[in-house]
């Protein structure tokens, strides 16, 4: 635990702000200031003064008389909340107002309330559990706050404090590893070495990043890989990660460490990724841990992909093909990027999952489908509803938050890797095969065709267990739906659009009537979380059956107004079936093979 005991000055902190030693930045000094993450907006100078504290979604709470702060408060009985305070972020409002306008009042708030930070919990082993990781968890922030602090003022206690909480940080047993925590560990261990002359730390956290992304420790995957996928398996995350990494390159060229040619390779790559992960309606879609967000948001967008989906098609390059596997656990594809013959807005866009087991912000999504057609979403995950509720948290990250097939009565195994086993990009044809054993006692294998002109999908599950099995596939729309059971399939309509979730007669398989349900809380079913906690009921078109060999097949086919699509099937020789399909202007003529594979033929 973090002891900031020794070599700091601990000092009664004073009503009024102290005098302080004032100086130009040594031009020895070769930190850089990393932001505060947006603290610095929600806590401009006057409102820490008068003693009050904000963050995101909550209410200011006085917290401080003068630069005397009560840093035992958890008014919203929330981890996130202390970790903010005890971060120091919230200072970064005065130190930029000093910035701005000289005025050294300012200066003196945010001085002496780091003093006091450092006097109050210099040892944390007699506060609660709750108080002692906000203080280690909050120490890179509050590092990273000393670093910007001493840009403007010098003074033996905070070098002594930036080399305490630098050393802390580079103790191995501090360092999260090869993902974003890592990475602002290490950028942060850098700058405060270089700013106070301690080549020795600036070059471990040099190396911990170089390490990250070409020797990541662990087995992880690279921070960044050669195909420019990160390792977080968040869409969300992905985008954080692209700022972070352009932000650590800054502090290597500024500490005078070399940024590697494939650094900056692997990082313009992550753009293509990342436009990979939105859909034609200018959403990113919430793969992971991630919120709901548009792609305009995406700040320092460039002139190629993220460009080009920021800005629907109108400026910017898109990525050179249509649809691509990357080895992180992605498959990502659209019918295309509104340059052939089609409007961007009115293309087609699908993702998949696969790979490796959760990590970091990862849910256990494998084998899970999104899918926007006809101008909306129509299959969606579950979403994320923040870190302050466990069991939501829990929930979202299951497999029943996804679109996916479930098995009941064993237990999920989150551990267990599922293979992507074929895949084949064809105009029109999409298609892509999984297999995993994550259900204990089970293989699960699930065939996709996506297709374009119709546009719709074509799932085909096979689940084998030695003794039967309920079995389900899970289909998530958006909360603007409603979802109505049609004998063992379902049809679900937001204003004009209409999807109908057909599911093709197998033989041998004996199909259970469809289920749809939405807001239901025991069990937990129908709920989409757009953010911090915030959730909304939303439909899940459930279809069962049980057996231990359970195939389903289903025809997920948007359409618009009043149209049914007209479907029909021909048993072919070893178990396997043609579906010829129209509705939406076009015919949509499929094998499904007694392999498994899929195959469009018309």
């Given at each position: 635990m973090l002891s900031l005991a020794a070599g700091c000055e601990r000092a009664a902190a004073p009503a009024e702000p102290p005098t302080v030693q004032l100086t130009a930045k040594a031009a020895a000094d070769r930190s850089v200031c990393l932001g505060y993450n947006g603290l610095d907006r929600l806590n401009p100078a006057a409102e820490v003064r008068a003693g009050r504290f904000r963050v995101p979604g909550a209410a200011p709470v006085h917290v401080a008389t003068g630069t005397d702060v009560d840093w035992g408060l958890d008014p919203y009985d929330n981890r996130t909340w202390e970790l903010w305070l005890h971060s120091l972020e919230w200072l970064g409002g005065p130190i930029k107002e000093y910035a701005r306008t000289g005025d050294r009042a300012a200066l003196g708030t945010a001085a002496g309330i780091a003093r006091d930070w450092l006097a109050d919990n210099d040892d944390p082993g007699r506060f609660g559990d709750h108080?002692?990781?906000?203080?280690?968890?909050?120490?890179?922030?509050?590092?990273?706050?000393?670093?910007?602090?001493?840009?403007?003022?010098?003074?033996?206690?905070?070098?002594?404090?930036?080399?305490?909480?630098?050393?802390?940080?580079?103790?191995?047993?501090?360092?999260s590893g090869p993902w974003n925590h890592g990475t602002d560990e290490s950028m942060i261990l850098m700058t405060a070495g270089c700013g106070i002359g301690r080549d020795d730390l600036a070059e471990l956290g040099h190396r911990r990043l170089r390490d990250?992304?070409?020797?990541?420790?662990?087995?992880?995957?690279?921070?960044?890989?050669a195909e420019g996928a990160d390792n977080e398996q968040s869409t969300y995350y992905s985008v954080y990660n692209r700022s972070r990494w352009r932000l650590a390159f800054d502090v290597m060229r500024k500490c005078g460490r070399p940024v590697p040619a494939e650094f900056v390779r692997r990082h313009r790559l992550m753009d293509e990724f990342i436009a990979f992960q939105t859909t034609p309606g200018g959403d990113l879609v919430q793969i992971g841990e991630s919120q709901a967000a548009r792609t305009s948001e995406i700040g320092s967008a460039g002139n190629g992909p993220v460009r080009y989906v920021?800005?629907?098609?109108?400026?910017?390059?898109?990525?050179?093909?249509?649809?691509?596997?990357?080895?992180a656990g992605y498959v990502l594809g659209r019918s295309g990027w509104g340059r052939d013959g089609r409007a961007f807005a009115a293309e087609t866009s699908y993702t998949a999952r696969f790979g490796p087991s959760r990590?970091?912000?990862?849910?256990?999504?494998?084998?899970a489908l999104t899918f926007h057609?006809?101008?909306?979403?129509?299959?969606?995950?579950?979403?994320?509803?923040?870190?302050?509720?466990?069991?939501w948290q829990a929930w979202l990250r299951s497999p029943d938050a996804h679109n996916t097939v479930v098995v009941r009565g064993v237990p999920f195994r989150q551990g267990a890797a599922t293979a992507l086993t074929g895949h084949r990009f064809s105009p029109g044809a999409d298609t892509f095969r999984f297999t995993d054993s994550a259900f204990a006692g089970t293989t699960r294998s699930r065939s996709v065709l996506a297709a374009s002109d119709p546009d719709a999908l074509v799932v085909l599950d096979d689940v084998r267990s030695p003794v039967p099995r309920l079995v389900e596939q899970l289909w998530h729309l958006p909360a603007a739906f409603s979802a109505v059971p049609q004998g063992t399939g379902a049809v679900a309509g937001a204003g004009r659009v209409r999807v109908h979730f057909l599911r093709i007669p197998l033989p041998g398989v004996a199909a259970s009537p469809a289920r749809v349900v939405r807001g239901s809380l025991n069990p937990r079913q129908g709920w989409i979380a757009p953010g911090h906690r915030r959730k909304t009921p939303a439909p899940v078109v459930s279809l069962p059956a049980r057996g231990s060999q359970v195939r389903t097949l289903t025809l997920i086919a948007p359409v618009r107004?009043?149209?049914?699509?007209?479907?029909?099937?021909?048993?072919?020789?070893?178990?396997?079936?043609?579906?010829?399909?129209?509705?939406?202007?076009?015919?949509l003529a499929f094998v499904a093979g007694a392999d498994g594979a899929l195959r469009r033929v018309r």
């Amino acid at each position: 635990m973090l002891s900031l005991a020794a070599g700091c000055e601990r000092a009664a902190a004073p009503a009024e702000p102290p005098t302080v030693q004032l100086t130009a930045k040594a031009a020895a000094d070769r930190s850089v200031c990393l932001g505060y993450n947006g603290l610095d907006r929600l806590n401009p100078a006057a409102e820490v003064r008068a003693g009050r504290f904000r963050v995101p979604g909550a209410a200011p709470v006085h917290v401080a008389t003068g630069t005397d702060v009560d840093w035992g408060l958890d008014p919203y009985d929330n981890r996130t909340w202390e970790l903010w305070l005890h971060s120091l972020e919230w200072l970064g409002g005065p130190i930029k107002e000093y910035a701005r306008t000289g005025d050294r009042a300012a200066l003196g708030t945010a001085a002496g309330i780091a003093r006091d930070w450092l006097a109050d919990n210099d040892d944390p082993g007699r506060f609660g559990d709750h108080r002692r990781e906000a203080i280690a968890e909050g120490t890179k922030f509050r590092l990273a706050t000393l670093v910007c602090l001493r840009q403007h003022q010098t003074g033996r206690w905070l070098d002594d404090a930036i080399a305490e909480h630098a050393r802390w940080l580079a103790d191995p047993k501090h360092y999260s590893g090869p993902w974003n925590h890592g990475t602002d560990e290490s950028m942060i261990l850098m700058t405060a070495g270089c700013g106070i002359g301690r080549d020795d730390l600036a070059e471990l956290g040099h190396r911990r990043l170089r390490d990250a992304i070409l020797d990541p420790p662990g087995g992880a995957r690279p921070a960044i890989d050669a195909e420019g996928a990160d390792n977080e398996q968040s869409t969300y995350y992905s985008v954080y990660n692209r700022s972070r990494w352009r932000l650590a390159f800054d502090v290597m060229r500024k500490c005078g460490r070399p940024v590697p040619a494939e650094f900056v390779r692997r990082h313009r790559l992550m753009d293509e990724f990342i436009a990979f992960q939105t859909t034609p309606g200018g959403d990113l879609v919430q793969i992971g841990e991630s919120q709901a967000a548009r792609t305009s948001e995406i700040g320092s967008a460039g002139n190629g992909p993220v460009r080009y989906v920021a800005t629907r098609g109108r400026q910017g390059a898109p990525p050179a093909r249509r649809a691509r596997v990357y080895q992180a656990g992605y498959v990502l594809g659209r019918s295309g990027w509104g340059r052939d013959g089609r409007a961007f807005a009115a293309e087609t866009s699908y993702t998949a999952r696969f790979g490796p087991s959760r990590f970091a912000h990862g849910q256990n999504d494998h084998m899970a489908l999104t899918f926007h057609a006809l101008g909306r979403d129509v299959l969606v995950p579950s979403g994320h509803i923040g870190y302050s509720d466990d069991d939501w948290q829990a929930w979202l990250r299951s497999p029943d938050a996804h679109n996916t097939v479930v098995v009941r009565g064993v237990p999920f195994r989150q551990g267990a890797a599922t293979a992507l086993t074929g895949h084949r990009f064809s105009p029109g044809a999409d298609t892509f095969r999984f297999t995993d054993s994550a259900f204990a006692g089970t293989t699960r294998s699930r065939s996709v065709l996506a297709a374009s002109d119709p546009d719709a999908l074509v799932v085909l599950d096979d689940v084998r267990s030695p003794v039967p099995r309920l079995v389900e596939q899970l289909w998530h729309l958006p909360a603007a739906f409603s979802a109505v059971p049609q004998g063992t399939g379902a049809v679900a309509g937001a204003g004009r659009v209409r999807v109908h979730f057909l599911r093709i007669p197998l033989p041998g398989v004996a199909a259970s009537p469809a289920r749809v349900v939405r807001g239901s809380l025991n069990p937990r079913q129908g709920w989409i979380a757009p953010g911090h906690r915030r959730k909304t009921p939303a439909p899940v078109v459930s279809l069962p059956a049980r057996g231990s060999q359970v195939r389903t097949l289903t025809l997920i086919a948007p359409v618009r107004g009043a149209e049914r699509p007209d479907v029909r099937t021909r048993p072919l020789p070893g178990g396997g079936v043609r579906v010829d399909a129209s509705f939406s202007g076009h015919r949509l003529a499929f094998v499904a093979g007694a392999d498994g594979a899929l195959r469009r033929v018309r």
